[in-house]
């Protein structure tokens, strides 16, 4: 079971911008992207993922805090990635027109989670 009191500032803050890049990805998903063939589905997995790896980033367990953020900076950079790819061309089958807010507030999660669970791994890694 997570605990959080026992979580660290980084920790939290990780598994918080892990919630709202999930939360994004959920609401567009929710909202038209369950319609779009394949990345609808990422989109899905993309949420799912988030949630699982805040959760395991607040965890009892070292090692599963290390690998979820390994797993969750993949995530973020994947999902930059594919933003990208998708508003300056094809990802996919979908293209992206504009840079709307939701885009944009995953993008600014991501940006500012990537150094976040950078610390976390490097804080899993130190010995205790």
Do not use: C, W
């Amino acid at each position: 079971m997570p605990s959080l009191k026992t979580a660290s500032r980084p920790q939290l803050a990780a598994a918080v911008l892990l919630v709202v890049i999930a939360g994004v990805h959920f609401q567009q998903y929710v909202d038209f992207m369950s319609e779009v063939p394949t990345v609808g589905v990422l989109f899905l997995l993309n949420a799912a993922g988030g949630v699982g790896l805040a959760f395991a980033l607040v965890g009892p367990d070292r090692g599963l805090r290390l690998l979820a953020a390994l797993g969750a900076a993949g995530l973020a950079v994947g999902s930059l990635i594919s933003v990208a790819i998708a508003l300056g061309g094809n990802f996919f089958g979908y293209s992206e027109p504009t840079l709307r807010l939701p885009i944009a507030i995953a993008i600014i999660a991501e940006l500012v989670a990537i150094p976040v669970l950078v610390q976390v791994g490097r804080a899993e890694l130190r010995p205790s």
